[in-house]
């Protein structure tokens, strides 16, 4: 713990002291002035936007006041780092208290300010609780609360940043927000009030949230702006923000997208460039795993969605392009819930291919290996687009496009499609996506059936209590479906090709996050022996890697984790482009480089030549066979 000041200065919040008192408070504030207050009225990004205050904190050991309105000071150092200049770094129970009643108005406006905090999204305490932190709070004049902070109304709120504008008028908004420890990230909200009132959130440069009711009178605030704290409002908790801040900004209406994206730009660190995309600690992977002879061991695999692969000169051009790029994983999807993309004994075949006399599966397999590429077929289980196998789900009641895993029989029927092309094909690997409930089947057989086995009512029983956990007796029920079709899999590959890689594609949650809905289990799974690799999706610009470290640590094997990153951005809800290639070889050494050992790439139709050119150049340059090692004995 570091020592706790609690310096009370300035005279505009307390209007009224004893005359010696008033001389010492002078003397101690022109001392403390030229220590930590700038009276600086430099025109800057923020004034010229109209702010009515700006405080940078970018002069050593200066809080620039322009009004001289710090009234309230416990801890807070001025640290050279980061921006332009200074910082003001606040720890836990540090704050400064602003006196903003003249430039703060509930009927409209913005506040603005650049915070890096000291933790991470997934930040959690001593009971594994998540911990709130509060960025600014102050009360207005009705005895109401105006606050912005990461957690609030917790336990529900806690995963949330809430921006609440005036609780009384129930004006507010929440996001959840990722924040990323010692990153920076401007963090903005305004307000108005009316018939049109609103209250938004913004992230960096985008609106994240938004709420279109802020009604009632207008009012003053009653006390100070608290900046790393929660102490203006009613239900403190001791949240605090700590984090560093710079650049506060206050104005008396609600500036637009474009004006706070432009602030934004106007005004970021100069570590960010003009993206807010993930930093590279170098272009270069670190520790690399090497067998006997030198060859570099990583796995490096591609998801393949398309049929591409389905004719010859398909499969020879597709092998071509991901065996130049350095690929050395092949997953070609073969269901995708219509059918089997190659002449499938037990299953019907996918309606949108035609199956020629040659076996398309044998030949993209013999085409792979002597490209030295593995190939992993991928089974989308439980997706169903398409009228058909209709003993398999109940139209209306079975979650859209799924197939109702918990009927035995379909268990059965999909574990033997995939077991039968274990038998048939020289594979290296299964990959099970859609390996999931896909929601809560209502149909009759479910009803009964969880009668019959818990003596309870589904229906009843399908609600969500208010930290995000389903009903236990239902999440059981979830559980035990997908469980099964995973022991059903894992037991039958492994019987047939005991050193066949079995992988999932999932969304592995850790502990601090309530389980899965859905049955997926993947850290489970893993720990259990019934798979080999958990696949990690996660095509966002900016992938989770908070959390993927956070799985990585629940895992017994730690190869069983690799992160499987997208190499599109979406320009709208249907449409990819091919992520920018050196944007995308940044994100591959930024995985390899943290996680030594595998990466996995969605998706094959999107990669195009300067992408197969960058990887091959840069993180991909060097051969490399995949890396499966490690991987646990599995139950047989
Ligand atoms: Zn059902």
Not at 94 to 122: A, F, V
Request: proline fraction near 5%; aromatic fraction near 12%; glycine fraction near 6%.
């Amino acid at each position: 713990m570091h020592n706790i000041r609690r310096d009370v200065m300035l005279a505009r919040y307390r209007s009224y002291f004893r005359l010696p008192m008033i001389f010492f408070l002078v003397i101690g504030v022109l001392v403390i002035n030229t220590m930590f207050l700038s009276f600086l009225s430099a025109k800057d990004e923020f004034s010229a936007g109209g702010a009515v205050f700006t405080v940078h904190f970018d002069t050593p050991l200066a809080l620039e006041i322009g009004k001289g309105v710090l009234v309230e000071r416990n801890g807070g150092t001025i640290v050279p780092d980061g921006m332009r200049g200074g910082v003001l770094r606040l720890l836990r129970d540090e704050y400064l208290g602003l006196d903003l009643r003249n430039d703060i108005r509930s009927k409209e406006g913005t506040l603005m300010l650049w915070i890096r905090p000291h933790w991470g999204y997934y930040a959690t305490d001593q009971t594994n609780f998540p911990v709130s932190h509060t960025f600014v709070s102050m009360a207005w004049d009705n005895n109401a609360y105006f606050v912005l902070s990461d957690g609030w109304w917790e336990p529900e709120g806690a995963p949330y940043t809430y921006f609440v504008a005036h609780n009384q008028f129930r004006a507010h908004t929440h996001k959840d927000i990722r924040y990323v420890q010692d990153e920076w990230m401007l963090l903005s909200c305004n307000w108005k009030q009316g018939n049109s009132g609103f209250v938004r959130l913004y992230e960096n440069t985008s609106m994240v949230a938004e709420s279109l009711t802020f009604n009632g009178s207008s009012i003053r605030p009653k006390g100070l702006l608290y900046l790393g704290c929660d102490k203006g409002t009613s239900p403190r908790k001791d949240r605090w923000a700590d984090c560093d801040i710079a650049n506060l900004a206050i104005f008396t209406r609600a500036l637009d997208d474009t004006e706070i994206s432009n602030l934004w730009n106007a005004t970021r660190p100069m570590t960010l460039k003009n993206s807010v995309d993930v930093t590279v600690p170098s272009d270069s992977v670190s520790s690399q795993t090497r067998d006997d002879r030198g060859v570099i061991l990583e796995t490096r695999a591609i998801f393949d969605e398309g049929t591409e692969w389905m004719t010859k000169e398909g499969a020879q051009q597709t092998i071509a392009r991901i065996k130049k790029a350095g690929f050395n994983v092949y997953i070609p999807c073969v269901w995708h819930g219509r059918g089997a993309r190659y002449p499938a004994k037990l299953a019907p075949i996918d309606d949108k291919v035609t199956l020629t006399r040659e076996d398309p599966l044998a030949h993209l397999i013999d085409i792979a290996h002597q490209n030295g590429i593995e190939v992993h077929p991928w089974f989308c289980v439980a997706l169903r687009q398409r009228t058909f196998l209709g003993d398999y789900y109940t139209l209306f009641k079975t979650p859209y496009n799924a197939f109702d895993v918990h009927r035995p029989k379909f268990r059965a029927f999909i574990s033997n499609v995939i077991e039968d092309v274990a038998w048939r094909y020289d594979i290296d690997g299964i990959n099970l996506d859609f390996i999931r409930t896909m929601g809560l089947c209502k149909c009759h057989y479910c009803v009964q059936e969880y009668q019959r086995q818990f003596d309870r009512d589904l229906v009843a029983d399908s609600t969500v209590n208010n930290l995000g956990h389903m009903e236990p007796h239902l999440q059981q029920w979830q559980d035990q479906a997908i469980e099964d079709i995973v022991r059903r899999i894992s037991i039958n590959v492994k019987r047939i090709k005991p050193g066949l890689v079995l992988s999932v594609d999932g969304h592995p949650r850790p502990r601090v996050l309530p389980p899965s809905w859905q049955g997926r289990r993947e850290i489970k799974w893993a720990n259990d022996g019934l798979i080999d690799i958990i696949f990690n999706m996660d095509y966002d610009r900016k992938p989770d890697f908070e959390k993927h470290a956070l799985v990585l640590q629940e895992l017994y094997h730690p190869n069983q984790l690799i992160m499987l990153l997208g190499n599109y951005d979406m320009i709208s809800k249907k449409q990819g482009l091919p992520r920018d290639s050196r944007y995308f070889v940044q994100l591959v050494y930024s995985v390899l480089h943290r996680w030594p050992g595998g990466v996995g790439i969605y998706l094959y139709n999107q990669l195009d030549d300067a992408q197969i050119d960058a990887l091959a150049q840069g993180p991909f340059k060097e051969k490399a066979e995949p890396l499966w090692t490690n991987c646990p004995s599995l139950v047989h």
